[in-house]
Every structure is written in structure tokens, then in C-alpha cells.
């Protein structure tokens, strides 16, 4: 079905991720990511971490707090999940849980999927005793996580590999 004729939170459904979904979520990642971020990023930058950032997280797939959003015909178009693992160090704060790795497709922007996403994360920390959420959003979903009632806490770079730095901002939310 051609997007625009889309009915918002209602041609989709969300469930728990699994690894069967890799091939899917590394489409929608490389789809959202090179498109989305195109306007926010250089080339260069580009170049360096999509094929870092665009590989779905086997750890993410295995934990049952990563979800995606699938068409009444089967297609994943969105994927995101928290985890009270902070990314990168794996360091556990109580009460604080981190968005991990979120993206729509981006013929599907703007029609409740990302929104549809974060409501099941926040209904599943919530019975896992989260109450403040922290996300390292990139500069192209800034705007979206603020729709969400996330606060700018400020600009971090975030070091994909030696020499890969990928410029974001830390926001956090409580739930």
C-alpha cells in the first residue's frame, strides 16, 4: 500500500523483536539512517559509521526489550527498544533506562510508528522498575524525542570506532 494512503497506529502492529528479524532491521536501519541523517550529517561522517549503525544488535534481537513494527502484510518498518544496559559500557544505573538503536522507514515517518515503538518501551520498563529513560539521540531525531517530552541535556560525540566519531546529543526523559 503506497504511503499516503496510510492510516496512522492502524496498518501496523508492534511485537517483540527476534533474530529471525536481523535482515529486516538492517534494511530499515540503512533505509532510515542514510536517508534521515543525510541533512544533518557530512558525507564523510556518513560514509564512516552507517555501516556501523547499520547493523541490527544480535544482544538488542535476544532481549525481549527490543521491538519492531510490522505491516498487516508482514513488512518490518520500524524497530527500537531500551535496554538498562547504558550502550557502550554496559554500566546499570537503577531506575534509568536507555533507548537503544530506534529507526522507521522513511516511507512511514510521521504515521505513529516511532510513537507506537516508544509507547510499548515505556509500558516495559516501567514493570521493570525504570523511571527515567536517557537516549543519545542523533542531530536528526532531536525533534522527535522532544515530541516524546525528552529534554536536551546536551551535545556528546559518540566514538564508534577509533577514528569513527559521530556527533549526537544526550536527552533523557522521565516516565
Same mark, same amino acid.
Given at each position: 500500500?503506497?504511503?499516503?494512503?496510510?492510516? !496512522?497506529?492502524?496498518?501496523?502492529?508492534?511485537?517483540?523483536?527476534? &533474530?529471525?528479524?536481523?535482515?529486516?532491521?538492517?534494511?530499515?536501519?540503512?533505509?532510515?539512517?542514510?536517508?534521515?541523517?543525510?541533512?544533518?550529517?557530512?558525507?564523510?561522517?556518513?560514509? &564512516? !559509521?552507517?555501516?556501523?549503525?547499520?547493523?541490527?544488535?544480535?544482544?538488542?534481537?535476544? $532481549?525481549?526489550?527490543?521491538?519492531?513494527?510490522?505491516?498487516?502484510?508482514?513488512?518490518?518498518?520500524?524497530?527500537?527498544?531500551?535496554?538498562?544496559?547504558?550502550?557502550?559500557? @554496559?554500566?546499570?544505573?537503577?531506575?534509568?533506562?536507555?533507548?537503544?538503536?530506534?529507526?522507521?522507514?522513511?516511507?512511514?515517518?510521521?504515521? @505513529?510508528?516511532?510513537?507506537?515503538?516508544?509507547?510499548?518501551?515505556? *509500558?516495559? !520498563?516501567?514493570?521493570?522498575?525504570?523511571?527515567?529513560?536517557?537516549?543519545?539521540? $542523533?542531530?536528526?531525531? *532531536?525533534?522527535?524525542?522532544?515530541? &516524546?517530552?525528552?529534554?536536551?541535556?546536551?551535545?556528546?560525540?559518540?566514538?564508534?570506532?577509533?577514528?569513527?566519531?559521530?556527533?549526537?546529543? &544526550?536527552?533523557?526523559?522521565?516516565?
Amino acid at each position: 500500500m503506497p504511503p499516503e494512503t496510510h492510516l !496512522a497506529m492502524t496498518d501496523f502492529t508492534t511485537r517483540i523483536a527476534t &533474530l529471525a528479524d536481523e535482515r529486516s532491521v538492517c534494511a530499515v536501519l540503512d533505509a532510515s539512517y542514510s536517508i534521515l541523517m543525510a541533512p544533518d550529517y557530512d558525507p564523510e561522517t556518513l560514509a &564512516l !559509521a552507517l555501516p556501523l549503525m547499520c547493523k541490527a544488535n544480535s544482544t538488542l534481537l535476544r $532481549s525481549t526489550t527490543y521491538y519492531v513494527a510490522v505491516t498487516a502484510e508482514g513488512d518490518i518498518i520500524g524497530c527500537g527498544g531500551w535496554t538498562q544496559e547504558r550502550p557502550g559500557n @554496559g554500566a546499570i544505573e537503577p531506575g534509568l533506562g536507555h533507548i537503544r538503536h530506534f529507526a522507521t522507514h522513511p516511507d512511514w515517518t510521521r504515521c @505513529g510508528v516511532g510513537r507506537a515503538l516508544m509507547n510499548v518501551c515505556d *509500558k516495559t !520498563a516501567r514493570t521493570h522498575g525504570t523511571t527515567r529513560f536517557e537516549c543519545y539521540s $542523533s542531530l536528526s531525531a *532531536k525533534n522527535f524525542y522532544t515530541a &516524546l517530552g525528552f529534554s536536551t541535556r546536551g551535545p556528546i560525540d559518540i566514538t564508534l570506532t577509533p577514528g569513527c566519531i559521530f556527533p549526537s546529543i &544526550l536527552m533523557d526523559r522521565t516516565l
